[in-house]
């Protein structure tokens, strides 16, 4: 047997952004359905948590395994299977993965949402998912302004009004602009969190938008951004556009704003590590 060893390094090198969304896109576009996903799993550990996702695809299956609480916080791996002879194949650096494939899961949505001559950028978010995705959107629109805010930035109203495009790659629990001021030909991405509980977009935004998930499913169980509207009654659930919906040429309203909201799927992982394999 022999496992090919990717460290975050070799991911990032082995994947360019454009590369990772056209993958993604190839799935969605080959019939991959992610209705069909396989829930995350979140096992107690005495020292944290440790979640698992696992998924099939095409000819690989993979594994991403996610311990939460140690130090650094964050730490993983992604082991990839042959789909057919069930040996492992690989074993990839989960976190390099997850910045990839999250940043190029927001691209792809970018792709079919955003204006093509989107310019301004505004980012939330300062962390390696704040430095990925500008990269990724950069890969695919010709933008030529970016702002990186945090924490500290105070008034992002001026800046919210001019932006083409949005991300939101913070862990807030609290909304974190007023969606009143967002263009009506803006596009915006929130990949936050995958709680219920917890959203960086508010109802003023999801009243307005076209509302895109990944999967209906996935985001009824799990992501604030669709539940906390839904439960305040100003978006319907069946106003919800899916992400294969939308690849795969469903047309959005071009006269309101878009609002992509992901919380990270196993399917995604499993079409990165595989293109790496």
Known sequence: MTLRLL????VERLLPPVDAVDALEAALRGGLDPERDPPRRFVPLSGGELIMMPSEVGPNVAVKLVTVGGDPRIQGVVVVFDAQTLAPTALADGIAVTNVRTAAVSALAVRHLAAEDARRLLIFGRGP?????AEAIRAIRPIEH???VGRDHGDVDDLVRTADVICCCTTAAAPLFDGALVKDTATVVAIGSHDPDRRETDDALAARATVVVESRTSALREAGDVIGPIRSRVLEERSLVTLAELVNGASVDPARPRLFKSSGM????????????
Do not use: P
Request: glycine share 8%.
């Open 266 to 277: 196993s399917w995604e992982d499993a079409v990165i590590a595989g293109a790496l394999a």
């Open 146 to 148: 970016v702002d990186l």
């Open 7 to 10: 460290s975050a390094a070799d």
């Open 129 to 133: 998912q704040g430095r990925a995705h």
